[in-house]
C-alpha cells in the first residue's frame, strides 16, 4: 500500500513556475514508477510525465521543454518542476505510483487527493 500526498500547488501568472513535491508513504517507494496526471474542469484526467524507478523519463508534448520530473528515493519524494506556465496549465494535479506499461489512467495504482494549480493571464 502506497499513500501519496501533493502539495506545492497555487495561483501564478502567465510564464511563472511552481514546484509540486508529491511525498509517499511506504518502504517499497523506489520499486515504483512515479507519475503526475492531472484534471481541468469539465475535461479528462489527462498523462502529463512519468519517472521510472531508474530514473527514465517520458512526457507529453504539451509540457515538453517547460516541465521536468525528478524523485528522491531517500526522502520517498517525487517532484513535478512547472516553468512557463500557461493559463492551459490550469488543473488540479495529482500523483500516481503504479507499475503501468503505458501512460493511462487505469494503468496506475495509487493516486493522491491532487492540489490545485491555477494560472492567470
Known amino acids: 500500500q502506497v499513500q501519496l500526498v501533493e502539495s506545492g500547488g497555487g495561483l501564478v501568472q502567465t510564464g511563472g513556475s511552481l514546484r509540486l513535491p508529491c511525498a509517499a508513504s511506504?518502504?517499497?517507494?523506489?520499486?515504483?514508477?512515479m507519475g503526475w496526471f492531472r484534471q481541468a474542469p469539465g475535461k479528462e484526467r489527462e498523462f502529463v510525465e512519468t519517472?521510472?524507478?531508474?530514473?527514465?523519463?517520458y512526457y507529453a508534448d504539451s509540457v515538453k521543454g517547460r516541465f521536468t520530473i525528478s524523485r528522491d528515493n531517500a526522502k520517498n519524494t517525487v517532484y513535478l518542476q512547472m516553468n512557463s506556465l500557461k493559463p492551459e496549465d490550469t488543473a488540479v494535479y495529482y500523483c500516481t505510483a503504479g507499475h503501468p506499461r503505458g501512460h493511462t489512467v487505469g494503468e496506475y495504482d495509487y493516486w493522491g487527493l491532487g492540489t490545485q494549480v491555477t494560472v492567470s493571464s
Open positions: 519517472i521510472s524507478r531508474y530514473g527514465s523519463t
Open positions: 511506504g518502504r517499497t517507494f523506489s520499486s515504483y514508477r
